[in-house]
C-alpha cells in the first residue's frame, strides 16, 4: 500500500497514547459520536496524532467540482447545487480524494468560519451567491482546533452546532444558505492557558487527558523513531507498512460491521446507571456512551456490546463532564466507575455471590506526589519559617452590572461586561453608517431608505419600471453593538505586614469573589504580586479564571513590602497589553496597607510609590485602593496613593468582601484618552 504523503509521521509508529488513539478513530469510524477534545500538555503528540490518521484513511468519492465535497452515493445529503444537477437529469461526475485535516484558526472570525451570503448581489440582481467558509471545507474531512479553549465562545457554539447536526446554516437579512458540513471534529487545548466553560466542554462528545510518558524505555523508544523518520522518512513508511495496513483494515471493518452492531436493554440500563451515579447534567453523556459503546464494539469485531465496552466508554464521555464549579478541574474518578458498575452488577444479580472480574485499576501514585510535595513544601517552610499561606474567605455571587463604554472605539472581543461598538457582524444591530469600503454587513433597511427618493429619476433615466434601482452610493452597512469584557489587572502585597489572618483571608476572599464574576462575564484577568525585595507577574493577562485562583490559593505572605515596583510593573503589563489589545478596558485594583519600605530608585519608598500612581492616573487607567491597615496608628498612605491614581480609594476593615468586589465593578468604566 502506497501512503499519499511521504512527510507525515505513520499513525502505526506512536508510541503509548493508546486512549487519544482509540479516541480519535472511534471517531473516524462512527463521525455522529461528536468529537473529540484532546487535553494536555505540549509537545505530546496531540497535533502529529491527527494528522498521521488522516493521512491513513482511504481516499473518498466526491462530485467533482462541489464546494461542498458531496457523497456522490447519498442523494439525501446532497448540497443544492448537487440536487439541482440531479433534478435536472444530469450525472454528477465522479472523482476520488484523500480526507484532508482543515485547520480553524485561532482568530478566525464568523464568516470565515460559515462561510458568507453576498447581500449586495442579492438585492441587485436576485441572485444568491454563498461563498464558502471553513465548515464547507471540513465536510467529509477532520475538522482540527488547535488551542479551542482561546476561540471565542460564539465561535465553538457555531461549529458545535455544525458538527451535531450535519448540517452548515447560514442567514442573512432574509437570505439563506444551507449545505451539508459533516466531520470529524477534534480540539486541543492546554489546560494551562485556560479551560473551555462547563456548557461548551459538554458539547464535545468525547475527551481524552493527553500527558508525556513517564517510563524512560518508552520515552527512549519516542526519540529513537523520531529520529529515525527524520532520517529516512520513506524507509521509516515503509517499514510500518503492515502496521498501518492493519489499522485501517481494523477501520474499513468496523465502519461496515457498526449498523449490525446491538446493545441490549441491559447494557443501556448500565449507562443510565452510570449517569446517574456521576449526577450527569442533560442527556448527552446517555447518548454518548451509547454511540461509543457500539462503536467500540464494532471495532474489536463484535456485534454485541458488552459491560467492558460501556465502561470504556463511559471513561472518554464522563471525564469532562464532572466538571460542576467553575474552579474545578474537569476529571473521572476510576475507582467510583468501577463502583457504579459494580453496585448495578450487584442490584441486578442479588442471588449471584461472585461478581465480575474488576478491571485492573491503574496503581494510584498520588499519593506518593502527594507526600513528596508535602516533603518539599516542609522543607520549604523550614528554610523561610516567616512565609505563610492563607486560606481565601468563601467566594459568594456577585450582583450584576452592565455598564456603556461612551466612546466610539469598535471592539471585537466578547464577554458580558461593558456594551460596545463592534467590528464584526455579531452583535445588535442599533444604527447604519456609509460603508469604509465595500459593504461587508449590509443595513437593508437603511440602503432601501437612502435609495427610495431617487428611484423615479432612475427609472426614467434606464426605462426600467418595474424593479428597485440600487447604486453603489445607497448601500449601508450596519453599526452593532455587543457586550465585551474587561481586563482585571490585581497588584497585591504579600509583605509580611499582611501577615494577620483575618485581613490576608479577606483579602483572597474579596478576589476571589471577583475572580468568579471574571469568569461569567469573560473578563481577563491578571495578578500581580510585591514582597521581599521585588515584584513578580505571578500570572500574565489571561482568560483562565483557574489559573489565578490556583495562583491566589499557593500565595505566601512574607518578607517587606517593595510598593513601587508592584505599581510600576502594574502599569508597564497594562501598558503593554494595551499595544496588542487597544479596544481593552483596564482597571488595576491595587490591595495593600501602604507600609512601602523598598525603594525602586534608591529615594524614598513612599514618595516613589506616589511618583509611580501619579504616572497611572495621568495615563487614564481606572483603578481602585483596598486599604487592609489596621491599627490605632494609621498613617494613610494607601489613601495618598489613591489620590495620586484619581482612584477609589476603600478600607478593608469597613467593607465585607462583598461590598468591595461591588466597588470594584462599578469603577469598571473606560477611559478614552487610554490608548
Not at 451567491?129 to 471565542?152: C, K, M, S, T, W
Not at 499595544?579 to 524614598?604: C, F
Request: glycine share 6%; charged share 30%.
Amino acid at each position: 500500500m502506497q501512503w499519499r504523503n511521504k512527510t507525515v509521521y505513520p499513525f502505526s509508529a506512536i508510541v503509548g497514547q493508546d486512549k487519544m488513539k482509540l479516541a480519535l478513530i472511534l471517531n473516524v469510524i462512527n463521525p455522529k459520536i461528536g468529537g473529540v477534545l484532546l487535553r494536555g500538555e505540549k509537545g505530546t503528540g496531540k497535533s502529529l496524532a491527527v494528522r498521521a490518521l488522516a493521512n491513513l484513511l482511504p481516499e473518498v468519492e466526491v462530485v467533482a467540482g462541489c464546494p461542498f465535497h458531496c457523497d456522490p452515493r447519498r442523494p439525501k445529503e446532497l448540497c443544492s447545487l448537487c440536487s439541482a444537477k440531479v433534478a435536472n437529469g444530469e450525472d454528477l461526475p465522479i472523482v476520488k480524494r484523500s480526507v484532508s485535516v482543515v485547520d480553524l484558526p485561532v482568530g478566525a472570525t464568523e464568516d470565515r468560519l460559515v462561510g458568507t451570503l453576498d447581500i449586495e448581489k442579492a438585492i441587485k440582481s436576485g441572485e444568491k451567491h454563498f461563498e464558502p467558509g471553513i465548515l464547507a471545507a471540513a465536510n467529509r474531512n477532520i475538522l482540527y482546533i488547535d488551542e479551542v479553549n482561546l476561540l471565542d465562545d460564539h465561535l465553538v457554539d457555531v461549529l458545535l452546532d455544525a458538527a451535531a447536526m450535519g448540517v452548515n446554516y447560514v442567514e442573512r437579512e432574509g437570505v439563506s444558505f444551507t449545505h451539508p458540513s459533516q466531520f470529524v471534529l477534534v480540539g486541543t487545548m492546554n489546560p494551562e492557558e485556560g479551560e473551555l466553560r462547563p456548557q461548551l466542554l459538554d458539547r464535545f462528545a468525547l475527551s481524552v487527558e493527553v500527558r508525556g510518558i513517564p517510563y524512560r524505555e518508552a520515552r527512549a523508544e519516542i526519540v529513537r523513531r523520531r529520529i529515525a523518520f527524520e532520517s529516512d522518512p520513506v524507509g521509516f513508511i515503509e517499514a510500518q507498512k503492515d502496521g498501518q495496513a492493519q489499522i485501517l483494515k481494523k477501520i474499513i471493518d468496523a465502519t461496515k460491521l457498526l449498523p449490525k452492531v446491538q446493545l441490549s436493554t441491559e447494557m443501556l440500563d448500565l449507562i443510565t446507571s452510570i449517569c446517574v451515579d456521576f449526577a450527569v447534567d442533560g442527556h448527552r453523556a446517555d447518548i454518548t456512551i451509547y454511540k461509543t459503546a457500539c462503536t467500540i464494539a464494532a471495532f474489536k469485531g463484535r456485534t454485541e456490546v458488552i459491560e467492558e465496552d460501556v465502561k470504556e466508554a463511559a471513561e472518554l464521555a464522563l471525564a469532562h463532564r464532572r466538571r460542576r464549579q467553575p474552579f474545578e478541574e474537569p476529571q473521572l474518578e476510576n475507582e467510583k466507575l468501577q463502583e457504579s458498575i459494580q453496585n448495578w452488577y450487584n442490584n441486578k444479580n442479588q442471588n449471584i455471590q461472585k461478581p465480575p472480574e474488576q478491571s485492573q485499576v491503574p496503581k494510584d501514585n498520588s499519593s506518593q506526589s502527594d507526600a513528596k510535595n508535602n516533603n518539599d513544601q516542609e522543607e520549604s517552610k523550614n528554610d523561610a519559617a516567616s512565609e505563610q499561606v492563607f486560606e481565601a474567605d468563601s467566594p459568594y455571587k456577585v450582583k450584576p452590572l452592565s455598564m456603556s463604554v461612551l466612546d466610539e472605539v469598535e471592539r471585537k472581543g466578547t464577554g458580558r461586561r461593558s456594551k460596545s461598538l463592534s467590528n464584526s457582524k455579531s452583535g445588535r444591530y442599533v444604527d447604519s453608517a456609509i460603508p469604509k469600503g465595500k459593504a461587508e454587513d449590509l443595513a437593508f433597511d437603511a440602503t432601501l431608505r437612502a435609495a427610495a427618493p431617487f428611484q423615479r429619476q432612475r427609472r426614467e433615466e434606464t426605462g426600467k419600471r418595474n424593479c428597485f434601482l440600487l447604486e453603489a452610493s445607497d448601500l449601508r452597512d450596519k453599526v452593532r453593538e455587543r457586550k465585551i469584557g474587561s481586563l482585571i489587572m490585581f497588584v497585591v502585597d504579600a509583605s509580611g505586614s499582611m501577615a494577620a489572618e483575618e485581613r490576608m483571608s479577606a483579602t483572597k476572599g474579596a478576589i476571589l469573589s471577583l475572580l468568579l464574576d471574571a469568569y461569567q462575564r469573560r473578563d481577563r484577568v491578571g495578578m500581580i504580586v510585591f514582597r521581599k525585595d521585588k515584584a513578580e507577574l505571578v500570572l500574565p493577562p489571561t482568560n483562565s479564571v483557574d489559573l489565578a485562583h490556583r495562583c491566589l490559593s499557593v500565595l505566601p505572605t512574607g518578607g517587606r513590602t517593595p510598593m513601587a515596583h508592584g505599581l510600576l510593573l502594574g502599569l508597564e503589563t497594562i501598558k503593554n497589553y494595551l499595544k496588542r489589545h487597544k479596544e481593552t478596558i483596564p482597571l488595576m485594583a491595587l490591595v495593600s496597607d501602604g507600609r512601602a519600605n523598598v525603594p525602586l530608585n534608591g529615594g524614598d519608598p513612599v514618595e516613589e510609590a506616589k511618583l509611580i500612581a501619579r504616572e497611572i492616573g495621568c495615563a487614564g487607567i481606572k483603578s481602585i485602593a483596598i486599604d487592609t491597615e489596621r491599627s490605632f496608628l494609621t498613617f494613610g498612605l494607601v489613601k495618598q496613593i489613591c489620590d495620586e491614581m484619581k482612584g477609589h480609594y476603600l478600607q478593608l476593615e469597613e467593607l465585607s468582601a462583598a461590598p468591595i468586589a461591588s466597588v470594584v465593578r462599578d469603577n469598571l468604566s473606560y477611559d478614552p484618552e487610554v490608548s
